[in-house]
């Protein structure tokens, strides 16, 4: 049984739709007791990272999520939800849920310390392909690397540990579109929007 994370800052229809079409028993909840028996989570989120970390506190989530990270179970998190599991997010300045380590930062303030300027539009929106790094993920099993996935950020993932990138994406700069580490995964693109290459994640994940 797949949980789902309702924390008022979740792209859950579109997640919904997705395990729908894959025909997966799910349970979406706002409550983290309701989630407990689940064999994994999904973790969404669109939005502001500040605001996010509000209702994961509100609702219980945080301490939840830790727990569960805690106790090596799996975990899914998605576009914000990748983001806010790290240490700390320039947006909002504030403090995420720390289940890996890394910040999150302003795609201006990482071209600026890479001494870069390329000409393009924040936020990254639209369809990239993938460059597998670290041995990948299983995740991808029966992906072609260069599968398209459907972006929308305005800020990346900056792990303090580059090997638990496993995909990248190119922006202006190297932008890791996959991590994992341990029971953790975590995909900066939207798989729940990117057609059919997304649909097979979730499903190579729901397995």
Same mark, same amino acid.
């Given at each position: ?20 079409? #894959? ?22 989120? /669109? ?15 945080? +301490? ?13 998190? /998605?576009? #914000?939800? &990748? ?5 700390? *997010?320039?947006?909002? %300045?504030?403090?995420?849920?720390? #289940? ?9 303030? /990482? ?5 870069? *300027? ?18 990948? &993920? ?6 072609? +690397? ?7 950020? +305005?800020?990346?993932?900056?792990? %303090? ?17 996959? /991590?994992?580490?341990? *029971? ?9 929007? &990117? ?13």
């Amino acid at each position: 049984m797949v949980g789902i994370v309702d924390y008022n800052a979740g792209n859950i229809k579109s997640v919904e739709r997705a395990l729908g079409f #894959l025909k997966a028993e799910y349970v979406l909840s706002k409550n983290p007791a309701d989630l407990e028996k689940c064999d994994r989570l999904i973790f969404p989120g /669109v939005g502001e990272a500040k605001y996010a970390m509000e209702q994961l506190k509100l609702t219980g989530f945080d +301490s939840f999520l830790k727990d569960w990270a805690q106790a090596e179970k799996p975990l899914l998190g /998605v576009c #914000l939800g &990748s983001q806010i599991i790290f240490e700390h *997010s320039e947006e909002g %300045d504030v403090d995420c849920l720390g #289940l890996l380590k890394g910040t999150i930062r302003h795609f201006e303030s /990482v071209w600026k310390d890479s001494g870069i *300027s390329p000409e393009l539009k924040v936020p990254h929106m639209g369809w990239n392909n993938l460059e597998y790094a670290n041995g990948s &993920s299983p995740l991808f099993d029966g992906l072609d +690397s260069k599968s398209d996935f459907y972006f929308v950020h +305005s800020y990346l993932i900056q792990p %303090d540990d580059q090997s638990i990138v496993k995909a990248w994406a190119d922006y202006g700069c190297k932008v890791p579109a996959c /991590v994992s580490q341990g *029971s953790i995964t975590a995909f900066q693109f939207h798989p729940e929007k &990117s057609g059919r290459a997304g649909l097979k994640i979730l499903e190579n994940y729901i397995k």
